[in-house]
């Protein structure tokens, strides 16, 4: 283990082993297993959770009498997960990754009970806010424990096994959370899933309080970590201590983003004064979280970061329309266009799979671009099937190769941040990463549905598709869906040159 690797993990490196044992090594191998098989697990259920619950939403809002503030439930996830985000990262390199990430998955799992046992919408979305906080701190943690606790050469397996713990829940995910909700009901899709968190838990933490646990400066020494309750100075410096600025920035984003989701849904003049005042709120957030010159597309790091916002933001918000295409213009069941985007979960992993092979590393770079240039392909191709010759089965073809190259794209970001972040820097760069990803749905998600509200799209609902058959659905408002897809392959086609700047020169 190499001194860098050393202050990864935070412990006092054993010796060194012969070239022929690192290479042999995996994220199976026994010093990393138990980690390993905990935080892919902890993955596994957010990424059934992600599934299942979209299934369940639209009951629980209409059981609750919501269905008004049916978005808000999906827009407080992720404006206070953007908040979760930057807090973690503070939290992660000042007293290292263990307590963002237990009590991420505690305010996750309370999350859900709230939501599951709520009375009324407003609790349900308190709830879902509640979810979206431990969200944004689990996700950030798990980057820092992989910087810390695995040496580069492990870091894309790792990653890729991220991805492939999204494979199972995206084609179960839904057929079970539509069976217990037919069954027994909407609530236990909520109350069910934070059972499952004690197995995970119990598996990892041991293992990130040995590797990954206190502040990298101690680890960086060689020394023991500090405790990983945070004790630090007591004048409030040092380590311990919290950048007031950027938690305060963190709630401007949040609220800004908020304020944006709300104007974009409501159509009217006077949602421009909400709308302004989140663009006032975010602007100066973004450029005080982001690292110098991300908007720019400044070679290294900050392409990196700007990067994966282009990519999550054009993909998330063209998918989120693909399903609604398929039952108001095609008349599939909501199962079969359920169904189209199951295959790629498989070939997403595949992609990442691929890019975390020793041999593709010389070649990251270029595979990225052949990502992006996959997922623009992808994005612009599914509204041809509003075309009646097109057959529906274009959109699960095009989808999976846009699925592929999203695999070859995330990972290798989280892997070049990684990458080019010295140990201090690792949870403040994986938030900026992340809220780089996050808040790039939220607007390319605001966008889209205003243009698709605007052009007459917001006049199809499902309920409407289901009464009417595909007659009623043929006269609906095809050109709502291509303002929003053929915009987003035009994001997704900018990210490619974004790729040829990920290098420093």
Not at 209 to 226: C, T
Request: proline letters at 6%; charged letters at 10%.
């Amino acid at each position: 283990m190499t001194a860098s690797e050393q202050r990864d993990t935070g412990v006092a490196a054993p010796p060194d082993p012969s070239p022929a044992a690192e290479r042999a090594e995996t994220v199976l191998s026994r010093p990393y297993r138990a980690l390993s098989i905990g935080i892919v697990s902890v993955v596994l259920l957010i990424a059934f959770e992600a599934t299942a619950v979209g299934t369940a939403m639209p009951v629980a809002a209409r059981e609750l009498d919501g269905v008004a503030l049916y978005a808000f439930a999906f827009s407080g996830y992720f404006t206070t997960s953007l908040f979760g985000m930057v807090l973690a990262g503070q939290w992660s390199d000042r007293r290292g990754p263990l307590g963002a990430l237990t009590c991420g998955i505690a305010a996750f799992a309370a999350g859900l009970l709230l939501s599951g046992t709520a009375t009324a919408m407003w609790l349900f979305i308190l709830g879902r806010a509640v979810q979206g906080l431990g969200g944004g701190l689990v996700i950030v943690a798990l980057y820092v424990v992989v910087g810390r606790a695995y040496p580069e050469r492990l870091r894309p397996a790792i990653m890729a096994a991220f991805a492939a713990g999204w494979i199972v829940p995206s084609i179960v995910g839904p057929l079970a959370s539509g069976a217990v909700t037919e069954h027994l009901g909407w609530r236990w899709v909520f109350v069910g899933i934070p059972v499952l968190v004690v197995f995970p838990l119990a598996l990892a933490l041991p293992q990130i309080r040995r590797r990954a646990a206190g502040p990298v400066e101690a680890a960086g020494r060689g020394g023991p970590a500090a405790p990983a309750d945070g004790a630090g100075s007591a004048d409030g410096t040092g380590p311990a201590s919290f950048d007031g600025r950027r938690i305060r920035l963190a709630l401007g984003i949040s609220l800004g983003a908020g304020l944006l989701q709300y104007a974009a849904q409501d159509l009217r003049w006077l949602s421009l004064l909400p709308g302004a005042a989140g663009a006032a709120l975010l602007v100066p957030a973004v450029l005080g979280l982001l690292p110098r010159g991300t908007c720019r597309a400044a070679r290294g790091l900050p392409s990196v970061v700007l990067l994966r916002g282009v990519a999550a933001g054009s993909f998330i918000a063209a998918e989120s329309f693909v399903p609604l295409m398929l039952v108001t213009q095609r008349g599939l069941s909501p199962t079969l266009a359920g169904f189209s985007l199951a295959a790629g979960g498989a070939t997403w992993a595949l992609g990442s799979w691929v890019q975390s092979r020793p041999r593709a590393e010389p070649y990251r770079e270029r595979l990225m671009t052949v990502g992006m240039l996959l997922v623009a392909a992808a994005i612009a191709a599914a509204p041809s099937v509003l075309i009646d010759a097109v057959p529906a089965w274009t959109v699960a073809v095009a989808w999976g190769f846009g699925c592929f190259g999203m695999g070859l794209v995330i990972s290798s970001t989280s892997v070049l941040l990684l990458r080019l972040s010295a140990p201090e820097e690792a949870g403040a760069n994986s938030a900026a990463l992340q809220i780089s990803d996050g808040l790039s749905n939220v607007l390319l998600l605001a966008a889209g549905g205003a243009a698709f509200a605007a052009l007459g799209g917001g006049t199809v609902t499902h309920a409407a598709a289901e009464a009417t058959g595909a007659a009623g659905a043929a006269g609906s408002h095809p050109a709502a869906f291509a303002a929003v897809f053929l915009p987003m392959a035009g994001v997704a086609l900018a990210g490619a040159w974004v790729t040829t700047r990920l290098r420093k020169k």
